[in-house]
Every structure is written in structure tokens, then in C-alpha cells.
């Protein structure tokens, strides 16, 4: 896994760029590749890049060219059937110098142009520069798992893995957050590409291919989400139950092979207590060539803890085992390291334990770990799905009393759950039932709680956004087929275009474990493991209202059966608790004050300091209700977003030595 940048003279009169440049984004994204760097520069272009050895430690430098010097690659990300795509190009003719995955990018870009992405197995952020057609082509893998950032300015395209690396190239970029970035965040929980968090950064799209050349630009799609049109398409999976829990079980062995077995160096897994972590850990040591790692956090507040069922795994795994203890104040003093990283307001404190797992990760030496993301947007994991479900059942008799009582059967995890008081959660739930027809119908209650926090937005930040309806607007996009998806795989595709690549595999996945330069795999996000799950009728999924039925089914023999059975417990962590009391930072006071939230702009500062007061108050975690957690949480990563990218500018100044170091400015002039 890399960091991968560059800057393009889009324009004539346009800057080519300079070496400096080319080394400052370098700088800045020095902790997602520290072993090796690189650039290449001609009078147009330019590439940077940070390298993570895992494949081919020795001849893997990038950036990486074809036989002729012509055609540059800088890459980020891993393609897994790189062996199997290798020996067909060879049979074309193709000759290959290294035993990388990167150069089957370049001969596979050579034979088969933008398609060769439909053929890759993988996860990658990928920039190809072609010298002679003077064309740009950046590639992002299918469902988001590497990013991939995009500014133009100047008559320039600046491009690179992370923000920051953007704003270490050039000064003159704007640094601003966007009304409409924030209003989506405030909604969905995250951004949705092609939007980012800061006006003028695009991030590109999962799943799509953007070219510049002769002064355009073009994107195309060469994957989107698909699901069956109904139970007669061929795509459909037309087995029975018992031969698609075969089918999942041989998939997912399959995924998690490759991504053992495809790496130079030694893999770990990430043993959560949960189904998902514990297949993978278990399909995983299969085939670890020597002693499987596993890694875990413990919580110290018992209601997020786990401990009890990594245990019982890592005694079934017979794995070194390693774990720390996660307690508020290591939260708290986290979050700042963990917002630079993100680069986007978070609702949520869950990616900060993940942040210290990544750092224990890298202490024992080890740069891959497998994780378990994925399978719930798969095969139907979470209480979301259970709960559309349970809506449009009661929606079609709303008189019924009987109906809303499965709503009961809903977060039995959560201590304030809002199912807990009979009540309030029919008159919530029940809201818009009406429109149980509708696509976003699922989602509705949670983007609805979620738009509640606006009321925090200052009359500035409200302006801006007057007459935008980010929820209209998304679902605008949602492709012509969708109305013929089963009701399940519309929430699915719909939480893959939002929370999954904007939250799940950003702000948990890759951020955090590339913060101390540890790279993620994620077998349940296998090209073919995807396919299989969308083909599945939605009863093997959510079997009535037993989620993940099939991978649980999957799962028999290889997990513990505590796990198996226990009552899914998603992955949270402390949140408005880890930031008040005589305990919390300073840090928090500062970003919270009038005069830090009113230079901001974002929030009203009256309204902070009567949320920042009510919530310091509190004594206990059971006394925060869901609205104040993602409240204050939101507004302190936003304000501390604001603080270390559009006030202040981060400088970067870790030492680069060049391995790579190509200048073909003296080529041709552009």
C-alpha cells in the first residue's frame, strides 16, 4: 500500500511541475509509504510516490514505466489475480522486468486500454501518465477502498491520496470548506463522492475512470452496484439455501487465499468478537506460512468490550495474540491525529480505537492485516436493513398493534435503545410510513436523526445551502434499474454508495490503518465475493429477521460457537463521555469556545456553548442521549478540521531519499 500523487499542466501557459512540488506532496504522505519514494517529472506531468513494500520488495519502485519510458504508473493498492492477468499478457507477448502488480497495470492498460480495470481483482488508486498522447488516467477500484483526490486550479490537475498532499503542492490552492460537503456530512454521516469536505476537491468516484487530454476530461463507469431484476435474471443466484451457504463459504475462502498468499511479507488479522473478523481470522490462518498473528481492542467501558469472544477465538486459532485497552482518555487524546487523517468531520468516535489498534499493529512489525469490513453491506448485517424491513411490513397495515412490536427485536445492543420505550418508538418509526414504496425509505430515519444536528449550523452556513436538498439530489442518481431491485438490495446499494466507501472503508478502514503505514484487505470486498452476495435472493440474507443468515450458515465448524450464536453487537466505541469532565483535554475547551466556532463559521458559537454545557453536565455515558453523542462529536471534529486545514496549514518535512527519480523535462517541451 502507497500514497500516490502528481500534478498536470492541464492548460497551455500552465506550470509544469517543479521537483519541489512533486517532493512536498511526497512529504505529506510519507506515513502511508515510508520505505521507498519516487518521482517522475516532464514538461507536463508530474508523479510522486510513497511506497509500502508488500509485493516484490526488491524491483517494485514506482513510479514504473513500460519498456519504451512512455507510459508512467504511480499506484496505491493491491490487484490480487495479478499472477493470473501476468501470465495471460505474457501469452500476448507482453515482457515484464519485474514481479510487481504494478507493472501488470501498465501491460495490462497497453493491451486492453480502460477496460483492463473491469478485469482487475483488487483494490487501487491508480494514476497513468501516457508521455507521447500527453493523456491522464486516474482509477479507482470498485467500491472506494483506496482514495483518490482530484483539484483543479491554475489551468492545472492536481491529484493525490489524501488532501493534504493536494494543499503541500501549491500554496495558492483554496482552502475552504464546503457548505454543501458539510450539509451532506450532517446527513449521511459522510460526504458522497464526487463531493469532498473542502470546496474545489473532488474525490473521484468508486468504480470509475477519469482521463484528461487535449485540454477535456471524461469520466466513464466500468462498475456500479448490481442486483438481480427479479428471480428469472440470469444474474440471479437460482441454487438452494444450502448450496449458496457452499458457494459463500468457497468465495470467501478463495478471497481471503489470495490476500494471504499475494503479499511478500507476513499477514495478520484484525479478531474484533464478531462473526465477520472471526471467519476471516479463521479462513486466514488456512494459510499463514508461519505463526498467525491476531489483534484486538479491548474496551475498558464493559458495554463496548468484547473480550470475552476474542478470547474464546484466539484460544480456537491457537494465534499470537496481541490487544490493547481503549479507555476514554486514550479516545480523547487521539481524535486530534485521528481528524488529520480523516480529513472530514466524523459523528462518531469509533475510528479513533482503531487508529491506537493500526499503531499496535505496526509495534510488532507487521505491514497487512485482514479485516472483516464489508460483510454486513454484503449479506445483510445491519439493523437498518432489519428495521426497513419490519417498516414496510407495519406500513402495509399501519392500524396494526401487533405489527410494531418487532420493532422490539431491534439495537438490543444499544443501552438507550429507541426501541426501549414502546411509545416513542412507534410514534418515530412510524414516521412517513406512507412512502414505504419510496427509495431512501429504509435510510429515512437515520438521515432524519442525523439532519436534526443542523440545528447547530450557524445562519451563514444555513444560507449557503439554501434551496439544496442533498437527499433529493442523491437520490436523483440512483440508477434507472433500481426500482426493480428487491426491497433489500435497494438499502444495500444505497449503503454502499453512501456509508461504505465515505465512512466504513475511509474513516475506519484505510485512514486509520494507513496513519501508521499498515495496509487493509478485505476478503468480504473481493471482486467475486461481491458478485455472489448480490446475487443471492434477499431471503438467504435476512432469513425473516436473522441478518447475515447464509454467512452464518458459512461460518459452522470454523468459528467459535459462542460467536456464531451471540446476538450481533456491532463495532462502537465511548463517545461525547471521552470529552467533558475535569479529565478531558484542553484541546476541547479551545475548539469549543465562542471565539473558535464563530471564526469557523460552521456552527452557531450560542448554540456550542449551550450543547458543550449540557453535555458537561453529564456524569455517564447512559445520560448522553444518541443526538448529543453525534452533536458534539460533529462539532468538535469539524471545528478541529477547520483548525489544522484552513487556519493553520500542516507542513510536512519528513526526509526523503529518492529511489525513483526520473526527469525526462529535456524530452520534449510541453
Known amino acids: ?43 507536463q506531468a508530474g508523479l510522486s510516490h510513497t511506497r509500502l513494500s508488500i509485493i516484490d520488495l526488491a524491483s517494485g519502485q514506482q513510479p514504473l514505466a513500460n519498456e519504451t519510458q512512455t507510459l508512467w504508473i504511480a499506484f496505491n493498492g493491491e490487484i490480487f489475480n495479478y499472477v493470473e492477468l501476468r501470465e495471460e499478457l505474457v501469452a500476448k ?71 493534504k498532499a493536494l494543499f503541500a503542492a501549491s500554496p495558492e490552492l483554496p482552502r475552504e470548506l464546503d457548505p454543501i460537503g458539510l450539509e451532506e456530512t450532517f446527513t449521511f454521516w459522510t460526504v458522497v463522492p464526487p463531493r469532498s469536505v473542502f470546496r474545489g476537491v473532488e474525490e473521484l468516484r468508486p468504480g470509475y475512470v477519469r482521463t484528461y487530454v487535449n485540454g477535456e476530461m471524461r469520466e466513464h463507469v466500468y462498475w456500479h452496484p448490481s442486483y438481480p431484476l427479479g428471480n428469472h435474471d440470469p444474474l440471479a443466484f437460482s441454487g438452494t439455501l444450502d448450496e449458496a451457504v457452499v458457494a459463500v463459504r468457497e468465495a470467501l475462502a478463495a478471497a481471503t487465499r489470495l490476500r494471504m498468499v499475494r503479499a511478500d511479507v507476513p499477514v495478520g488479522s484484525y479478531l474484533s468478537g464478531g462473526l465477520d473478523s472471526s471467519l476471516v481470522a479463521a479462513l486466514g490462518q488456512r494459510f499463514a506460512t508461519g505463526r498467525f498473528q491476531t489483534f484486538s481492542m479491548r474496551f475498558e467501558d ?59 499493529v505496526r509495534e510488532h512489525g507487521i505491514k497487512v492485516v485482514l479485516t472483516g469490513e464489508g460483510a454486513d453491506e454484503m449479506f445483510a448485517g445491519y439493523d437498518l436493513f432489519r428495521e426497513g424491513k419490519v417498516r414496510r411490513f407495519w406500513a402495509q397495515h399501519p392500524e396494526s398493534r401487533m405489527r410494531p412490536r418487532l420493532l422490539e427485536r431491534l439495537y438490543p445492543y444499544l443501552a438507550l435503545s429507541p426501541v426501549s420505550q414502546q411509545a416513542m ?33 450557524s445562519s451563514a452556513q444555513r444560507n449557503a445551502v439554501t434551496g439544496t436538498n442533498v437527499i433529493s439530489n442523491f437520490l436523483a442518481t440512483l440508477p434507472p434499474e433500481f426500482e426493480k431491485f428487491s426491497r433489500l438490495s435497494q438499502d444495500q446499494y444505497i449503503e454502499l454508495r453512501t456509508l461504505l466507501s465515505g465512512y466504513l472503508l475511509s474513516s475506519q478502514g484505510d485512514r486509520m490503518l494507513m496513519a501508521h503505514s499498515v495496509e487493509g484487505r ?29 454467512l452464518k450458515r458459512a461460518s459452522e465448524g470454523l468459528i467459535a460457537p459462542g460467536i456464531r450464536a451471540r446476538t450481533k453487537q456491532p463495532y462502537r466505541a465511548p463517545d461525547g463521555l471521552c470529552f467533558v469532565g475535569k479529565d478531558a483535554p484542553e484541546y476541547v475547551e479551545q475548539m469549543l469556545s465562542e471565539s473558535a466556532v464563530a471564526e469557523a463559521g460552521v456552527f452557531s458559537p450560542q448554540a456550542v456553548t449551550q450543547l458543550y454545557r449540557k453535555c458537561s453536565g453529564r456524569a455517564d455515558e447512559s445520560q448522553f442521549s444518541n443526538a448529543d453523542n453525534m452533536a458534539l462529536v460533529g462539532v468538535l471534529s469539524t471545528q478541529l478540521l477547520h483548525h489544522q486545514y484552513v487556519r493553520a496549514r500542516p507542513t510536512f518535512d519528513h526526509p526523503l531519499t529518492l529511489r525513483t527519480d526520473i526527469d525526462h523535462q529535456s524530452r520534449e517541451p510541453c
Open 425 to 457: 418508538a412507534r410514534q418515530f418509526f412510524g414516521r412517513n410510513l406512507d412512502g414505504w414504496r419510496d427509495p431512501g425509505f429504509a435510510h429515512d430515519t437515520r438521515w432524519h436523526t442525523t439532519s436534526a444536528l443542523k440545528r447547530l449550523f
Open 522 to 550: 478485505f476478503p468480504f470486498l473481493d471482486k467475486d465475493v461481491v458478485a455472489l452476495a448480490h446475487a443471492l435472493p434477499a431471503a438467504y440474507k435476512l432469513r425473516v429477521l436473522d441478518e447475515k443468515h447464509v
Open 93 to 163: 507477448g507482453h515482457h515484464f522486468r519485474t514481479k510487481s502488480d504494478t507493472e501488470v497495470i501498465v501491460h495490462a492498460y497497453e493491451q486492453w486500454g480502460e477496460s483492463a480495470f473491469e478485469r482487475m481483482n483488487g483494490q487501487w488508486a491508480v494514476a497513468l501518465w501516457d508521455e507521447q498522447q500527453k493523456k491522464l488516467v486516474l482509477s479507482r477500484d470498485r467500491l472506494g477502498v483506496r482514495p483518490l483526490y482530484i483539484a483543479e486550479h491554475a489551468g492545472r490537475v492536481y491529484f493525490a491520496s489524501e488532501v
Open 1 to 43: 500500500m502507497c500514497g500516490i500523487a502528481g500534478i498536470v499542466a492541464r492548460s497551455k501557459g500552465a506550470a509544469a511541475p517543479t521537483r519541489e512540488e512533486l517532493t512536498r506532496m511526497a512529504s505529506a504522505l510519507w506515513h502511508r509509504g515510508p520505505d521507498e519514494h519516487g518521482i517522475y517529472r516532464d514538461g
Open 302 to 360: 464493559a458495554e463496548y468490550d468484547e473480550t470475552e469472544f476474542q478470547r474464546a477465538m484466539v484460544q480456537l486459532l491457537g494465534s499470537e495474540h496481541h490487544e490493547i485497552v481503549v479507555r476514554r482518555s486514550d479516545i480523547a487524546q487521539a481524535f486530534p491525529e485521528v481528524i488529520f487523517h480523516t480529513e472530514r468531520p466524523i459523528l462518531r468516535t469509533a475510528p479513533a480505537p482503531l487508529f491506537l489498534l493500526s499503531k499496535l
